[in-house]
């Protein structure tokens, strides 16, 4: 039997904790600063049991963050399969609104990632990092190219281009809702969910239309 198989045998309760705890210290104390004694301290279990699930720190880590990344993703299928016949403005102002719903309801995942961009101690960060935006530029290229065909798009929009740059508007967007300092003061962080809604749908006209007068 397999690591993956021993951990995919536990009870559902008990998987959950693991990953909780686990995401918990990965995500305050970053990779390097996380200790498995900790970890298997606040879980009550020997380390070996730790060890004979994921096989190292490294493996525990890469097995959080794959387990959190299968969530974002899980998320972001259904705001896609819901909103197929909504055009592409709709579809965005909803993806934005699921991940902003995403990080309250999970914010050690968020914090995870917010880590794992910072934190060049994490083995395989760089694979891992560009395994979670290639599948955010490709969603997102997905929703335009849905929109060519139905010719919501100009001819002369360049997806690829436009496609990177919604996913950087997106992805700081959301950030601003988690990290203080990358709020500059506007009401982002922690904010009512309502301004967030506002925020969504001028963020999503603006980069739909752009600001130049016409």
């Known amino acids: 039997m397999t690591a ?14 693991i990953l909780s705890v686990a995401s ?36 525990l880590f890469r097995f959080v963050f794959s387990h959190a990344l299968e969530r974002v993703k899980d ?17 965005l102002q909803d993806t934005l609104l699921a991940g902003a719903w995403f990080i309250r309801k999970h ?9 794992l961009l910072t934190d060049d101690t994490i083995p395989f960060r760089n694979d891992m990092l560009l395994a979670l935006r290639q599948y955010s530029f490709e969603y ?7 929109a060519r065909r139905r010719g919501e798009l100009a001819d002369h929009v360049e997806l690829n281009r436009a496609a990177f740059m919604l996913d950087a508007v997106m992805d700081r967007f959301l950030q601003a809702q988690a990290v203080p300092h990358m709020d500059a003061g506007l009401g982002l ?15 999503v006209r603006m980069m739909l239309s752009g600001v130049e007068k016409s």
Do not use: C, M
């Not at 993956?4 to 309760?13: D, T």
């Not at 305050?28 to 900790?38: E, Q």
């Not at 380390?47 to 493996?59: H, I, M, N, P, W």
């Open 24 to 59: 918990d210290e990965f995500s305050r104390k970053g990779y390097a600063g996380a200790s498995i004694n900790s970890i298997v301290g606040q879980l009550g279990i020997a380390k070996g049991s730790l060890f004979q699930y994921f096989g190292t720190k490294d493996g």
């Open 140 to 146: 997102i290229r997905s929703l335009l190219d849905d």
């Open 75 to 91: 998320n972001l299928r259904v705001v896609r399969d819901n909103a197929s016949r909504k055009d592409l403005s709709s579809r």
């Open 4 to 17: 993956a198989e021993r951990f995919h045998n536990l009870p559902e309760e008990k998987k959950e904790r």
């Open 189 to 203: 962080f922690d904010g009512d969910i309502s301004d967030i809604r506002a925020w969504i749908q001028d963020l």
């Open 107 to 115: 914010p050690l995942l968020y914090r995870l990632y917010l880590q």
